[in-house]
């Protein structure tokens, strides 16, 4: 005999739940919908930081276009020649105002008259008396002089201030100059203070290309306002502001611009309302997002709960109809004397008020929701009871009923095991030849229900077409149906085992019958 399980037992109560596969399916759905959610609210964070440094980036852009004549204006400064006749004493008022207007020149050498170095002594030229110095001052110019260049700057291993202090050397026709930027020195702010003469519209300052990068950096007291010069911390941090690349000031420095504090905060306070205005509509975003997954979510759930709703009461229908068809049957045709007709019409009667009920019910569940009723006992009385409608299509059909009913009961909502279980036997009765036989056993936590009969058999490719929709089996050669109805009734059992967590298995064999095994949870 040959076997097809539509459905497998599995226990449905609080502390179980589904199986084992639907409970891996469901929770696999779960963590991708986390994943999914938690990728989607990273992002929807993400995008209002991406909209600031966004922002940012392009302030930046766009004050460095905007104040890009006061970066050239100091690099101008930085790099211009003195205008310079002749030094005699050092002191003179030509030399006094030459150094007025250039406060970062530290030495001079006047290359056609005995080639003497001059030291910056205040507001005024001197003799070096530091031989160190001289000797190192003299090499720059020398290695300048070699180099023919216009400006050269010191290199690493000729410089012992490296990335503290630029250092520029100037060469002219007459003169060699050699200017110092030291940040934070008094001579930087009056450097300043001319170079971006008359309109003082930013602070600037230098800062080394790595500097701009590092996170502990400290505030430095002459890099705040009133001061123009700006240390490398603001020009690294303050929003409004840039920072350029130039050679000029040496190897690895750059030249940067921040605005004033009133500037400033304007620009914060425009960033910190654009960020909020983005941040609520990713808010309203994701908030959005999550409402329409909930009612479709809710759409959804409420679709399939009414399909299995309408399902069921379809199903719990065609059972009380079959009987009422039976009955009229019997009245019509005349088989039954005057008391036993009398009897069968308020059997009738009550069949009708069973369907009313049924459908009164069905229609509430579907409106209001509901589940498929409370579990019941089914004990040998009950099961005597639900095919006690059915004798009388027996004795018509001259087809014994033979019950075999342990002691044990089981236990299920009685209205959907009252539907499968008359649905098992009619189909037995209509589809099947002699005897039809009820069983029931405990199988530790199980409890079955077989419903066989003495039929011809089905072959195996028909017993595993058996509880798909509309499928009714044809006579192979032949025309028409080997059975008459339109294959709902077991299929609409199918579906009801699935929901309420019954195994139902279907056997069958050429010659060996039709056996319908049900198994439900023990009491």
């Keep these: 005999m040959h076997h097809h399980r539509t459905s497998r037992y599995r226990a449905l109560h609080p502390s179980l739940g589904p199986s084992r596969w639907q409970r891996l399916q469901q929770r696999s759905g779960i963590a991708l919908l986390v994943l999914a959610g938690l990728v989607l609210g990273a992002l929807l964070i993400a995008v209002p930081r991406y909209y600031r440094l966004d922002q940012v980036d392009k302030g930046r852009q766009a004050y460095m276009e905007a104040h890009w004549v006061d970066f050239e204006a100091v690099e101008r400064h930085w790099k211009s020649l003195p205008v310079l006749q ?70 690493r291993e000729q410089d012992p201030d490296f990335g503290k202090v630029a250092t520029v050397v100037l060469l002219s026709d007459r003169w060699l100059v050699i200017k110092r930027w030291r940040p934070g020195a008094p001579e930087v702010e009056r450097e300043l203070g001319i170079a971006l003469a008359p309109h003082r519209t930013l602070r600037m300052g230098l800062a080394r290309e790595s500097d701009l ?103 719990s229908l065609k059972t009380p109809l079959a009987i009422l068809k039976f009955r009229c049957d019997s009245l019509r045709l005349g088989r039954l004397s005057p008391d036993r007709a009398d009897e069968e019409l308020l059997k009738i009667g009550e069949e009708v008020d069973h369907l009313t009920t049924i459908i009164e019910t069905g229609l509430r569940v579907i409106r209001g929701g509901g589940a498929s ?44 095991l009252r539907s499968a279980v008359l649905t098992l036997v009619e189909n037995a009765l209509g589809h099947g030849k002699g005897r039809v036989t009820l069983e029931t056993w405990r199988a530790r936590r199980r409890f079955c229900i077989r419903v066989t009969d003495e039929g011809e058999g089905l072959e195996p490719h028909q017993l595993k077409a058996l509880g798909k929709p509309f499928q009714r089996l044809r006579t192979q050669g032949r025309e028409g149906f080997l059975r008459e109805g339109q294959g709902l009734g077991l299929s609409l059992l199918v579906q009801v085992a699935e929901q309420e967590g019954w195994g139902l298995t279907f056997s069958s064999g050429p010659g060996e019958g039709f056996s319908a095994l049900l198994e439900i949870r023990a009491s």
């Design 86 to 155: 002749s030094i005699r004493t050092g002191d003179e008022p030509d030399v006094r105002r030459f150094l007025a207007d250039q406060p970062l020149v530290v030495a001079l050498l006047d290359r056609f008259e005995e080639r003497n170095l001059w030291i910056r002594d205040g507001q005024k030229l001197a003799r070096p008396k530091d031989p160190a110095l001289v000797q190192q001052y003299l090499g720059w110019m020398a290695h300048a002089e070699t180099a023919q260049r216009f400006e050269w700057n010191p290199p």
């Design 213 to 315: 990068e590092r996170g502990d950096l400290k505030l430095q007291p002459w890099g705040a306002e009133p001061n123009l010069q700006a240390d490398p911390q603001r020009i690294a941090t303050l929003p409004l502001g840039t920072a350029t690349k130039t050679n000029a000031f040496g190897d690895g420095w750059n030249l940067g611009g921040v605005g004033f504090d009133a500037e400033q905060k304007a620009f914060r306070r425009k960033l910190k309302h654009q960020y909020w205005m983005i941040s609520g509509i990713s808010a309203l975003v994701g908030a959005a997002i999550l409402l329409g997954l909930w009612l479709r979510h809710r759409t959804r759930r409420k679709a399939v709960l009414d399909g299995d709703r309408l399902a069921s009461m379809t199903h």
């Design 373 to 416: 009723g409370p579990p019941g006992q089914a004990t040998p009385a009950w099961f005597e009871e639900v095919v006690d409608d059915l004798r009388p299509g027996f004795e018509l059909e001259g087809r014994l009923l033979d019950l075999r009913l342990a002691e044990a009961s089981g236990r299920a909502p009685l209205s959907s």
